[in-house]
């Protein structure tokens, strides 16, 4: 097996392999239910590197990493392959079709996007009234989802059949320190489950879980905690940085998490709580690194930690999400230091982990 | 006798005196069970941090029974301190703008402070995002509390002789009864699992996970319901002091028919006084109990409660020494449920 070096000398990075994999995988189209692009990605990426893979019944991808070393912690780390988007229900004929939207997607962010549809990636554009023809009223309305269209054009139809998944058409660009993609959420988290598995710490047996179907409800990670059974759980993800200035001036009290300052380490969302001892280990771990890291704000919204806790007879359980702004939108926008500084940070906590910080240090 | 219901309102108290919103149920955790040591056969704590005591083997004839009732409470998180101090939160749990106003609180690392709210328009309904906490800070730098800091309501227990009242009788009561049916009960041929459950406020996700690991032939919850008994109230037959209600519905599961029989007929033979709560909204662990691995017969014994979820919630003296009786009776025969 051409397995990597040991880990303890792993130095997160964006090199061109790097920057060429992230690409590949936030152009992939993976909408919920359909993850079949990415999860060809991943198999081919950690062939070499898994000591057991499998594929298993809803389209998770589950690898089981080993370390080396004695005492073993077996870590499940979760990272969705699927991405909102949209799903084609009614062929109209001449390439236009109607559609509708899987997982949270904002209707106002929709029409005029380029768009991609099924596994032959067909260029269309979700159409709407030009403004020539609109009235002023008619501009006041936000448009409903079924007042939209998916046009391909004449000709193309042969190769878009219903029940086909699509995504918006934007390509990953690196903008300087920035990266701009329409599925940083959650391949950032793919990207780095990836990098996680070629460098495991000895200390941990990493169980990868590269889920399916999150946005639509967590699901693909309920099953997978089952199979894997694991003692901590972990998921990466993606969360927004609503941190621009309040065009009003005023003290902008829920950015949620900024951009540039580090992973988001979550307290609470709406699907967990976060166990307050993986919290301090993974502070801790941070602290000692000097990995610029910030706290989530306890808010709405979730990850797959809320299934994977809640597992068996319970999995103590910690979400750390890349900031990004625009979620869920044609383009999200993240700081490159934010993503290799998650990465470092869940690395260098993986390192450190020794099962004695689950004991319950209480007083009477 | 009364030596015994001092024990028992003297631990109630201490129970709604002491903060543990959920996920932050250490402290209440470590006083139930110090409480309890000595009175069951095996004390231990699980993943998520449901406290868990057996109590009674398996016998020929005897089933084994999870009783579960939770030890969080509704509270604050601090979502972001501003220059001046002042902290903004978000609910754990079912919170009301209304029940908060002027209300005060206690952190879990000791700071206490009030809760205040910008000014409103005229006939505005406030909201949550309008309310802030005050601890005394002057700026942020000296804020006793950032975010993700965890708070309760504090409110003292206040004995009104028939009538008790608390900020968390929802569901310390419930503890409070089944720690004494812990000590009073004799398990015979069942073995008992006491179950001190976390995280119930947020979605009843404690009992999922205990639920699994016991592995019961038997569920039953042990919750506050809500009453029809106030001026102009929902429509509800429950009332304080009519005895423990015996779950039919809520809208997080049915009860189990053969449960529901079950209670009933031990209330009749021990002649308690009892009501069917028939519960439109609000849900308890007996649901993550009955829908455990391939299915479990549960059901809930109900305190009727006023006020639920304000910082001043309302139950009859009577109805929980009645309830202590009905679950005491139950746990320690052999079980039918045909």
């Known amino acids: ?364 | 006798m009364a030596k015994k219901n001092n024990s028992l309102w003297t631990i109630l108290q201490t129970l709604v005196e002491t903060p543990g919103p959920s996920g932050s149920e250490h402290v209440i955790r470590e006083k139930i069970k110090a409480e309890i040591e000595g009175h069951a056969d095996e004390i231990y704590t699980d993943a998520l941090g449901n406290l868990i005591a057996r109590k009674g083997t398996l016998k020929e004839g005897g089933k084994r029974i999870m009783v579960s009732a939770h030890i969080d409470e509704i509270g604050l998180m601090v979502t972001h301190v501003d220059d001046n101090g002042f902290a903004r939160f978000m609910p754990i749990g079912g919170i009301s703008p209304l029940t908060c106003l002027g209300g005060r609180v206690l952190f879990m690392n000791g700071t206490r402070g009030v809760i205040g709210m910008e000014r409103l328009e005229k006939d505005e309904h406030p909201e949550l995002a309008k309310l802030f906490i005050d601890t005394g800070a002057t700026s942020k730098a000296d804020s006793q509390i950032g975010v993700g800091d965890v708070c309760g309501f504090e409110r003292p227990f206040l004995d009104l002789g028939k009538r008790l009242v608390a900020k968390s009788m929802d569901d310390r009561v419930a503890a409070a009864i089944a720690m004494e049916a812990l000590k009073e009960v004799q398990p015979g041929k069942n073995e008992l699992y006491f179950v001190f459950s976390v995280q119930e406020e947020v979605g009843i996700r404690g009992a999922i996970t205990a639920a699994y690991g016991v592995d019961p032939e038997v569920g039953l919850a042990v919750d506050v319901t809500r009453t029809g008994d106030t001026p102009l109230g929902v429509k509800m037959e429950v009332a304080l002091g009519n005895g423990p209600a015996i779950k039919v519905r809520d809208s997080s599961f049915i009860a189990d028919p053969r449960v529901v029989k079950w209670m009933v007929n031990e209330a009749k033979a021990q002649k308690l006084p009892y009501q069917m709560e028939v519960l439109e909204a609000g849900g308890t662990d007996g649901a993550a109990m009955q829908r455990t691995r391939a299915g479990v017969p549960a059901g809930c014994l109900s305190i009727p409660c006023r006020y639920i979820h304000s910082p001043s919630e309302m139950v009859d003296r009577d109805d929980v020494e009645n309830s202590v009786k009905l679950l005491v009776g139950l746990l320690g025969k052999p079980v039918s449920l045909g």
């Not at chain 1, 070499?48 to 870590?75: H, Q, S």
């Not at chain 1, 610029?292 to 359980?317: C, M, N, Y």
């Open chain 1, 1 to 364: 097996m051409a397995k990597s070096d040991v880990s303890t000398k792993f130095n997160p990075r964006l090199g061109k392999k790097e920057l060429d994999l992230l690409t590949k995988l936030c152009n992939a189209v993976s909408v919920s239910g359909d993850e079949q692009e990415v999860r060809a990605i991943v198999l081919e990426e950690l062939r070499d590197f898994a000591d057991f893979t499998t594929v298993d019944a809803m389209g998770n991808v589950l690898v089981r990493r080993e370390g080396t070393g004695a005492n073993r912690v077996r870590v499940m780390i979760a990272a969705h392959m699927d991405e909102v988007g949209f799903m084609i229900i009614k062929d109209e004929g001449d390439g236009v079709y109607e559609f509708k939207v899987i997982g949270g997607v904002d209707p106002r962010q929709l029409a005029g996007k380029p768009v991609t549809i099924g596994r032959d990636h067909i260029p269309g554009v979700i159409g709407a009234k030009a403004i020539h023809l609109t009235t002023p009223e008619e501009r006041k309305q936000v448009l409903k989802v079924d007042q939209l269209r998916i046009d391909i054009g004449p000709g193309g139809d042969s190769k878009v059949k219903i029940g086909d998944r699509g995504t918006f058409a934007t390509k990953l660009a690196v903008l300087g320190p920035s990266i701009r993609s329409k599925a940083l959420d959650d391949r950032l988290g793919v990207f780095n489950l990836i990098q996680l598995v070629k460098h495991t710490p000895e200390n941990v047996d990493l169980l990868a879980a590269f889920t399916v179907q999150e946005e639509l409800g967590l699901r693909g990670a309920k099953i997978a905690a089952f199979a894997f059974d694991p003692e901590i759980g972990i998921a990466m993800d993606s969360t927004p940085a609503n941190d621009l200035p309040h065009y009003d001036g005023l003290a902008n009290t829920s950015h949620n998490t900024k951009l540039g300052d580090g992973p988001a380490i979550y307290i609470m969302d709406r699907g967990t709580i976060g166990d307050q001892r993986l919290i301090k280990w993974l502070v801790e771990s941070a602290e000692a690194e000097k990995i610029p890291w910030q706290f989530r704000q306890p808010g709405l919204g979730g990850t797959d930690a809320g299934e994977i806790h809640k597992t068996r007879a319970g999995v103590p359980s910690v979400s750390v999400s890349v900031p990004q702004r625009y979620l869920h939108s044609a383009a999200g926008l993240i700081r490159v230091d934010d993503e290799l500084n998650t990465l470092k940070l869940i690395h260098t906590a993986l390192k450190r982990l020794d099962r004695s910080i689950l004991n319950r240090q209480e007083k009477k």
